[in-house]
């Protein structure tokens, strides 16, 4: 009768949603960026396998404080950027990028919290997705230092020099070769050389 249909239907139903929570949890597992659980007391509920590879001492089964966790040396009190203790509070989404202690040096992570709200309507835990993007700015660091030095040793070099693009356009002049020609900045970068060049000289 209906009550088996009914039935039936349920089954189906609770089935579908085992195998969709089982794809859920698979998808969370082998994703290429760190997921974890904390709780309103900032413990730390699960971690997915990006972030047990980053941090293999943490046993979640001792449900451990994020915070003395993830930073090495271990930290006393959270981090001033938290986002995450910000989510548990407002029930918003909010993001950062840390500079977390580990040993000698530092990484840099950027965390995006989400809250996970029970049925109260309180916040009953936040979701952390954590992705490693210290090389990225070690990368830019040291391209802000290769330039600058790049633009020292052209300054300081006592030749009148010019770089320019593939296109003829003028990259860079450093002030020598500005006293010598009598240009500013402004009418040479971006300029093409050949303007400067007289028609009767170009060929040469």
């Known amino acids: 009768g209906p009550m088996k249909k009914d ?3 349920l089954k189906k139903f609770e089935e579908a949603l085992r195998l969709s929570e089982e794809r859920y949890r698979s998808l969370v597992e082998n994703i290429g960026i760190g997921v974890v659980l904390i709780s309103p007391d900032m413990e730390i509920l699960t971690l997915n396998r990006k972030m047990r ?13 994020c915070y003395r966790s993830f930073n090495d040396p271990p930290r006393n009190e959270i981090c001033p950027y938290c986002p995450t203790r910000r989510t548990l509070e407002d029930g918003r989404v909010h993001e950062s990028v840390t500079e977390t202690p580990a040993g000698d040096g530092f990484s840099n992570y950027r965390i995006i919290a989400s ?3 029970g049925p109260s309507g309180d916040v009953d835990a936040a979701i952390e997705m954590v992705e490693d993007i210290t ?9 802000a230092l290769s330039e600058k030095l790049y633009r020292t040793v052209l300054e300081t070099t006592g030749s009148g020099t010019v770089i320019i693009n593939e296109d003829t356009t003028i990259a860079l002049v ?7 020609f009598g240009y500013e900045v402004e009418e040479l970068v971006g300029k093409s ?3 400067f060049i007289s028609p009767r000289d170009m060929e040469r």
Do not use: Y
């Open 174 to 180: 450093n002030q020598e070769f500005r006293r010598i």
């Open 193 to 195: 050389w050949t303007s």
């Open 53 to 65: 590879e980053w941090f293999p001492r943490i046993d979640t089964a001792k449900r451990p404080i």
């Open 135 to 143: 090389e990225n700015v070690t990368l830019r660091e040291s391209l």
């Open 7 to 9: 039935t039936s239907r």
């Open 115 to 117: 809250p996970i709200i």
